[in-house]
């Protein structure tokens, strides 16, 4: 694992070593065993690394024999030893033992097309001096990040936005849309970047940049399959364990101790479970727990511990940790982002380096194989259209007249409740994709942001499913989701917050088989009646018993429905950005509506309602504001309490 970054310019000017150095310095935490960087007239690029592989040999950027094919590597390539040996047999002699020189000598046997080739997760750069060009790809799930700019006199590219802000002249300016997305969604989504001058390479596509003319072509290398595979639910069961088997014990290959992530859910579960079948000691697990039984699962990753034998750690996370430490994980997000989980990550991933330099994952589970409630919420609004307007109009009114104030101390029954809301508030005419959003978003999104930014970024979102058609509406709304949802929010959540911590983390469940096998399982093999995850399930009672596999869904969140409000600093920081001057700002910065943010946030300190989600936005984007666009953004905001920002 690694950080890159690189640069070609079109002055007639040579790249400078130095400038290389300056970008590579904001990357250390993403490498902090070595560094070093290459540069051949205008182009020139660098690595700092995470040594996972081969860790004496193994430096960055790689090169061919006679030094025409140069790759910069940030991730994993699974499939690395089965290609080895390919390029062996052809030939091909290395000086390595890692997967990144496999890069190299796949590009020179099969050329673009050796991207095809790749089983991994990755985002990397490679330059052909013959050929005069630089590619960036990225992989296909989207667990690596790629920023890149262009501008009239240079291309530049990044793992992270803070090399190409603090070491190139390009503009600050703040996209207003990408503002806009992340109050309706958490997050920019697709290729918008919350600055305009740097955009984001998608998940699986590649860009080739003519070192010549400056010119950049991007295309999609990789599309999912419209055809759906015909097995029997005892042959899908097969075949998925020899995946998911393969899978484990490929993400296993490492030159350094490998731990796990355990929320006590299903796939976290699971994956722990397949490598205590790889290990012949304890493997070492780490959960985040807290003080609220509604939120924290420390119960079931005990219970789940104690099935499997797991050396185990608990990270108990108090208000007082996340308060602390916020301005410092919005500087490594970089851009706005508000799922909340990122805290308990960066926590959990704090404590597992002490002991580990890998973490396995479960990510990639729920959105392959159906686990969310929404889609179980789904089946209830097309079950809800079919039937008589007159009986839809009655439902809508009766539920509409019930007040949820008096659950807000009951989350569960307070979601729920919600949720039959939503699913009757669902627009009739919209497609499946607005219908979605309209059942699982903010139905106030129309009272924060204009009904035009709206259809803007409902046209970006879905732009992700790129002609998929699937075999029905549920279908497509899967494919939607692994699309978006996982590389925008969880993987980008997983990547800044491990690599805070200098952490690899691994997904097994969206490891390149595994991903294209689910993808082509017919809807009904994942969620059958009130079933989520139908066939996973089945699969994984071979590891777990039935009471830990089949228990209620838990989400890997944080207790913020009652911290944002009883807790004295985090309340004050809603007061801050959501009620304070900052928030005007929003107005003129992203064409937010900062009156009806200020009103919803009054009600829910007010305990009229549990909506804590905006005004935990208002504190994510007022840090971020004050952080990057306030000020400099080269190091993160120092104590708040001490500094003046608060209730300014």
């Not at 052809?90 to 890692?98: A, D, E, L, V, Y």
């Not at 139905?443 to 998929?468: C, H, M, V, W």
Request: hydrophobic content about 40%.
């Amino acid at each position: 694992m690694c950080g890159i970054a690189g640069i070609a310019q079109f002055d007639g000017e040579p790249v400078q070593e130095e400038l290389l150095w300056k970008m590579l310095k904001w990357l250390d935490h993403r490498g902090p065993d070595e560094a070093g960087v290459w540069r051949d007239g205008n182009v020139g690029m660098g690595t700092t690394r995470l040594s996972i592989l081969d860790l004496v040999s193994g430096r960055q950027p790689i090169a061919n024999e006679d030094e025409t094919v140069w790759v910069s590597f940030n991730g994993e390539i699974y499939n690395f030893l089965d290609l080895r040996r390919t390029l062996e047999q052809k030939g091909h002699r290395f000086r390595t033992r890692t997967d990144t020189e496999v890069v190299v000598h796949a590009y020179e046997e099969w050329n673009e097309d050796f991207i095809r080739r790749l089983k991994g997760m990755f985002g990397f750069a490679l330059v052909d001096l013959h050929a005069k060009r630089l590619f960036l790809a990225r992989d296909i799930s989207g667990e690596k990040p790629l920023f890149y700019t262009q501008q009239a006199r240079f291309f530049a590219f990044a793992s992270e936005l803070k090399s190409l802000l603090h070491e190139l002249p390009i503009s600050r300016e703040t996209d207003p849309l990408a503002i806009q997305s992340f109050f309706a969604f958490s997050r920019p989504v697709g290729e918008l970047c919350v600055f305009r001058a740097i955009r984001k390479l998608l998940p699986a596509q590649i860009l080739r940049l003519d070192l010549e003319t400056g010119k950049v072509s991007i295309t999609d290398y990789w599309h999912a399959s419209n055809e759906k595979a015909v097995l029997t639910l005892e042959e899908a069961e097969k075949r998925l364990l020899r995946l998911l088997e393969d899978a484990v014990e490929r993400f296993l290959i490492a030159d350094v101790p490998v731990g796990a992530f355990l929320s006590g859910g299903t796939d976290s579960s699971a994956v722990v479970a397949m490598m205590r079948e790889c290990f012949d000691q304890p493997v070492k697990t780490f959960t985040a727990v807290y003080d609220d039984p509604h939120i924290s699962e420390a119960q079931e990753a005990q219970r789940v511990a104690a099935v499997l034998g797991t050396d185990h750690h608990e990270i108990l996370i108090r208000p007082d940790d996340v308060f602390k430490a916020i301005p410092k994980l919005i500087w490594h997000l970089e851009e706005p982002f508000a799922d909340a989980s990122f805290i308990p990550a960066y926590f959990v991933a704090q404590r597992a380096r002490q002991f580990v330099k890998v973490a396995l994952t479960g990510d990639g589970g729920d959105e392959l194989f159906g686990g969310y409630d929404s889609y179980l919420a789904w089946r209830m609004l097309e079950i809800y259209r079919r039937l008589p307007r007159r009986i839809r109009a009655a439902g809508k009114g009766a539920v509409d007249t019930l007040s949820l104030q008096f659950l807000t101390p009951y989350p569960k029954i307070y979601h729920y409740f919600s949720g039959l809301k939503r699913v009757l508030g669902a627009t009739d005419g919209e497609d499946d994709i607005a219908a979605f959003q309209a059942l699982t978003g903010d139905t106030s999104l129309p009272d924060l942001i204009s009904g035009e930014a709206l259809q803007r970024l409902l046209k970006l979102r879905r732009a992700s499913l790129n002609g998929y058609e699937g075999e029905n509406a549920l279908d497509r709304i899967l494919f939607f989701q692994f699309r978006g949802l996982l590389p925008e929010l969880f993987f980008t959540k997983v990547d800044r917050m491990s690599m805070a911590n200098s952490l690899e983390c691994r997904s097994p469940l969206v490891y390149r088989d595994v991903m294209e096998f689910a993808l082509r399982l017919p809807v009904a093999l994942k969620i059958r009646g009130t079933r989520r995850k139908y066939l996973l399930k089945r699969v994984f009672e071979k590891f777990l018993p039935r009471d830990i596999l089949y228990r209620p869904k838990k989400g890997f969140t944080i207790p913020f429905y009652r911290w944002l409000r009883e807790e004295a600093n985090l309340r004050k920081l809603v007061e801050t950005y959501a009620l304070g001057q900052r928030a005007s700002f929003l107005a003129d910065l992203g064409g937010v509506n900062h009156c009806y943010l200020r009103e919803v946030t009054q009600a829910y300190l007010a305990r009229k309602h549990n909506h804590w989600v905006l005004p935990w936005k208002a504190v994510c984007f007022g840090i971020w504001l004050d952080t990057f666009v306030e000020r400099s953004g080269r190091t993160p905001l120092e104590d708040l309490t001490s500094n003046g920002l608060l209730n300014g």
